[in-house]
């Protein structure tokens, strides 16, 4: 009772607002797909996974400059010569609100998916679902 007393949780009313980035640039990425190294039976089929490799990467390549890109390394020497280097990559992220501008075969052995990012329709749609919000006024009684 006595700790109670002295908290501010029961004697306060704190008011949120949601706040607004001061620019919203328009974000671009690439992906890149060889045909002829893709699974299938037939040229078709190649290419119709040519098109969903190059998409995913570009979408990754999206998150890469959403997200950052976590890079881990290791280098093992022995006898003060370098025996074995190693380096790791990972992409954590969400990408909301992509466009695909162009996808299409680049000569005879490539496909290509061309997407964009507006990031003032990726902050509305991340509002929209999280609500992200900060203080805006306390009220002690």
């Known amino acids: 009772m006595l700790l109670a007393g002295c908290s501010n949780v029961l004697n306060s009313h704190i008011e949120y607002e949601t706040v607004q980035p001061d620019s919203y640039p328009v974000l671009y990425a690439t992906g ?14 190649k290419i119709i996974n040519a098109m969903t490799a190059s998409k995913a990467q570009a979408y990754k390549e999206l998150a890469a400059q959403l997200h950052g890109l976590g890079i881990q390394g290791s280098q093992q020497i022995g ?19 992509a466009k695909i501008q162009k996808s299409y075969q680049q000569g005879n052995n490539t496909y290509v998916t061309e997407l ?4 003032r329709r990726a902050h509305d749609l991340t509002v929209i679902t999280e609500n992200r919000q900060h203080v805006k006024e306390i009220r002690y009684y």
């Open 32 to 45: 890149y797909a060889p045909i002829e190294q893709q699974a299938g039976e037939d040229i078709e089929a």
């Open 79 to 97: 006898a003060m010569v370098v025996q074995d280097t190693a380096l790791q990559t990972q992409i954590l992220g969400l990408v909301r609100g």
């Open 116 to 119: 964009s990012l507006d990031m």
